[in-house]
């Protein structure tokens, strides 16, 4: 009878594990809100920075609550880890490429930053998984590999800090290409008020430009639209902080690009490589 009734509970709970469902796990649903808000944030972003900038950053602030309700419901899941780096290098990615649209002049600084933020964490999930074994997180460095890595993935508070702190100086600057011809010395003033819309002093907007949405046309609709003192002091405020984390990518990329070397060299040694060179019998 007890056997049966042990039987009977490992069934149900087997039964139980086949009907979840990893796909609407919590974590993963708080996930797929983040995607639709950053989604629903580039479509504000060309001309609308205060609505793109809130769903921007709630997007961004859902990325703390995704890891609390992994924890807490006991849903950690590896495919939960995946869409929660993948959100994270698209939406920072989908930003820097309107900034770097926005201040031409800095677009190569812009575009560098986006390749080091995706070949950084790309080596390391890669290395991870191919040194480490398929069922370790990234997130868990051995601190004799790396001290600095160790101290930014252990401590979830020092992690959260830095990645908001990193968006909170893009989105700054974001909203510093609507507002401070200090960055953008072309932003076209609004015309004087004593002339009329549609003079020669003053022409409509579809005069100067053939299409609304090209850059020009793009940078006039920007000009002006709002105060430049507080994003100024956000970037300013925050950029020590994106300085620091670009500094810990470039240490992720050199990390675990020896970590791979370390594992080529092993696995060539166990395959007796390089060859000894055949010795040359003296004529």
């Known amino acids: 009878m007890v056997q049966n009734r042990a039987m009977g509970t490992g069934n149900t709970s087997a039964g139980t594990a086949e009907r979840e469902n990893i796909f609407l796990f919590v ?11 950053a989604l629903a944030s580039l479509y504000y972003m060309p001309l609308h920075p205060r609505t793109c900038s809130l769903l921007y950053s709630v997007s961004c602030l859902l990325d703390g609550l995704d890891g609390f309700a992994a924890r807490a ?11 929660d780096m993948v959100t994270d290098r698209c939406t920072t990615a989908c930003l820097l490429v309107f900034l770097a649209s926005a201040f031409p002049r800095w677009s ?13 964490h790309y080596m390391h999930m890669y290395a991870t998984l191919t040194m480490g074994g398929s069922g370790q997180s990234h997130k868990k460095v051995d601190e004799s590999r790396s001290w600095i890595l160790k101290q930014y993935y252990s401590n979830n508070k020092v992690l959260f800090t830095f990645c908001a702190l990193n968006e909170l100086f893009f989105i700054a600057l974001y909203l510093l290409s609507f507002s401070s011809p200090t960055l953008s010395p072309s932003l076209l003033q609004p015309a004087p008020s004593t002339l009329q819309p549609g003079s020669p002093a003053a022409p409509k907007p579809s005069m100067l430009f053939t299409s609304p949405w090209s850059a020009g046309a793009m940078e006039m609709a920007r000009a002006n639209k709002m105060d430049s003192t507080v994003p100024w002091i956000l970037a300013a405020v925050s950029f020590p902080v994106m300085a620091g984390k670009q500094f810990i990518n470039l240490v992720q990329l050199v990390k675990a690009s020896k970590w791979l070397a370390e594992g080529d060299l092993e696995q060539r040694r166990k395959l007796g490589l390089p060859r000894p060179l055949p010795v040359k019998k003296a004529l």
């Open 73 to 83: 419901y006991e849903q950690s899941t590896r495919f939960g880890a995946v869409l």
């Open 27 to 37: 974590p993963n649903l708080i996930g797929y809100s983040r995607i639709v808000l």
């Open 108 to 120: 190569i600084v812009f575009q560098g930053l986006i390749s080091l933020d995706l070949a950084s």
